[in-house]
């Protein structure tokens, strides 16, 4: 069996009961039913998750940003040249992006994953070499990857979860959005004008140019969303491959991973196709300012925690959202029930 079967194999719904218990204790905490809002929906969720309630806190967190290049690159879908995705894994490494900044305001873990950087990349710290393939191939005039590829790129992803803690998804690489959009495309069935954002801040000429290549090529490769493997393999990215995997990774350990913005969105498509139940794992930190990401959250039935306007990637929305499942499983572990403080219960006085 391979890892990714063996993952798949391993993922299981929530624990029910658990968030039975948790929806219970909620009623019965010093406050008025139900005015902590969604908060108590994050704590019902966490609960299950675990299979435990009050769950653990979501620590130690680790955000994962997967990291590739694009041959769709080729296409001017950006102005950005492609060596800078190699040179921003180096200034994570250094500590000087701005998900480190985020992350150390957050007592958050920065891990990068290479699963696809095209230029070479010295032996950094933080940095899990992890390479597939030196990017993928241009998505314009044939595959992106070998089905081979996109398992081992999944794997590696499964293999880059922790024991326990909290998962967050991160995401490099120059021209991943139009990647992204198809993703959104094919499991969506979304029209490319309205899956395709100005990702790094493009112009109109280069969305449009963009979004030509999104439409050509849903039409070149015929997308099978009954088909995940070869839906990654026709699109990529490798790190889109990788977040697919962190995800599946999370659900067969039973904890929690918080997803961020249009990437990692997208990802997240891929690993419901693989398995629906995954879904139940994830919690959307943030809705970003690209205009896929509501489409891939609403596909995922996810309501994010924040709508921040954020469109940067890295892992930055879910490292913000963090401290909300902290405080929803802290209010478990601390709150007090009416019972246990000798407060008055006014809802059951009146029953």
Request: charged share 15%; proline share 7%; aromatic share 2%.
């Amino acid at each position: 069996m391979t890892l990714l079967d063996a993952t798949l194999a391993a993922i299981t719904p929530p624990a029910a009961a658990a968030r039975a218990e948790a929806a219970d204790r909620l009623d019965r905490m010093t406050k008025p039913a139900g005015s902590l809002g969604r908060i108590e929906d994050l704590a019902v969720t966490l609960s299950g998750i675990a299979g435990a309630c009050p769950p653990p806190l979501p620590d130690p967190a680790v955000v994962v940003v997967c990291a590739g290049d694009h041959g769709v690159h080729a296409q001017g879908v950006t102005p950005w040249p492609q060596e800078v995705t190699a040179q921003m894994v180096a200034n994570f490494a250094a500590g000087g992006a701005v998900v480190n900044a985020f992350a150390r305001a957050a007592d958050v873990q920065v891990r990068v994953l290479d699963v696809g950087v095209a230029a070479p990349l010295p032996a950094l710290d933080g940095v899990l070499a992890r390479r597939v393939a030196d990017g993928t191939a241009d998505l314009a005039v044939g595959p992106a990857l070998t089905r081979g590829q996109v398992v081992a790129a999944i794997e590696a992803g499964i293999a880059a979860v922790p024991e326990h803690g909290c998962v967050l998804t991160g995401d490099m690489g120059i021209a991943n959005t139009t990647a992204a959009a198809l993703l959104i495309c094919a499991f969506t069935g979304a029209d490319p004008e309205q899956a395709t954002g100005r990702g790094t801040g493009i112009d109109d000429a280069t969305l449009a140019r963009k979004t030509a290549v999104v439409r050509d090529a849903l039409a070149l490769h015929h997308p099978d969303p009954a088909d995940p493997i070869g839906v990654l393999a026709a699109f990529g990215g490798l790190e889109h491959a990788a977040i697919a995997g962190l995800v599946l990774g999370a659900a067969a350990r039973r904890i929690p991973v918080l997803l961020d913005g249009v990437s990692t969105g997208a990802a997240a498509l891929v690993a419901a196709a693989l398995a629906p139940q995954a879904v139940a794992y994830c919690v959307a930190g943030h809705r970003s300012a690209e205009p896929g990401h509501r489409l891939a959250l609403g596909h995922l039935g996810l309501d994010p925690l924040l709508d921040l306007g954020l469109r940067l990637g890295e892992g930055t929305g879910a490292v913000l959202a963090l401290p909300l499942l902290r405080a929803a499983v802290r209010a478990l572990h601390d709150v007090a029930t009416f019972g246990d403080a000798s407060v008055t219960d006014a809802a059951r006085e009146q029953v």
